[in-house]
């Protein structure tokens, strides 16, 4: 649709905040029936560029991913300061943080939204790609995540 706001239909990914990733990952893949997939740190802003709310992004993150059929569920763990899961994890606990698409370019899937009151929260670069999560909760009641391979 010319005029649809998202630029890309391709859902990849939900994300669930957790307090403890490791206790977290088992308990999916006892209710899945599937092994417990392996925990890794996301890298440190001298190699994401990550910003959150404008200035360069400090905290981590542990990620567990479990890939299904049709897409993958993120378990996410902050470490350290501020950050997009942080927050969501302070002010409403362990929960759904975001849905993500596929697009084909994310700085302009940003202008689009930030035209329509959405905000981006927080950006940055991952092996083979970059990401951007846009405050779309006020519209959506989620946010939304947008992954861009490189």
């Given at each position: 649709?010319?005029?649809?706001?998202?630029?890309?239909?391709?859902?990849?990914?939900?994300?669930?905040?957790?307090?403890?990733?490791?206790?977290?990952?088992?308990?999916?893949a006892?209710?899945?029936?599937?092994?417990?997939?392996?925990?890794?740190?996301?890298?440190?802003?001298?190699?994401?560029?990550?910003?959150?709310?404008?200035?360069?992004?400090?905290?981590?993150?542990?990620?567990?991913?479990?890939?299904?059929?049709?897409?993958?569920?993120?378990?996410?763990?902050?470490?350290?300061?501020?950050?997009?899961?942080?927050?969501?994890?302070?002010?409403?606990?362990?929960?759904?943080?975001?849905?993500?698409f596929?697009?084909?370019?994310?700085?302009?899937?940003?202008?689009?939204?930030?035209?329509?009151?959405?905000?981006?929260?927080?950006?940055?670069?991952?092996?083979?790609?970059?990401?951007?999560?846009?405050?779309?909760?006020?519209?959506?009641?989620?946010?939304?995540?947008?992954?861009?391979?490189?």
């Amino acid at each position: 649709m010319a005029d649809a706001l998202i630029h890309g239909t391709k859902l990849v990914q939900i994300a669930i905040v957790v307090r403890n990733i490791e206790k977290s990952a088992a308990t999916y893949a006892k209710f899945f029936g599937v092994p417990v997939p392996g925990i890794h740190e996301t890298d440190g802003v001298e190699k994401t560029h990550a910003v959150y709310m404008g200035k360069p992004l400090q905290a981590r993150a542990k990620l567990a991913f479990f890939k299904m059929e049709t897409l993958s569920l993120e378990l996410i763990e902050p470490v350290g300061g501020p950050s997009t899961w942080k927050d969501h994890l302070d002010q409403k606990g362990e929960g759904v943080h975001h849905i993500a698409f596929m697009v084909p370019d994310t700085i302009a899937q940003e202008q689009v939204l930030a035209a329509n009151g959405c905000a981006t929260v927080q950006k940055g670069d991952y092996t083979g790609g970059r990401y951007s999560y846009v405050d779309t909760t006020k519209p959506l009641k989620v946010v939304l995540e947008f992954l861009q391979n490189t």
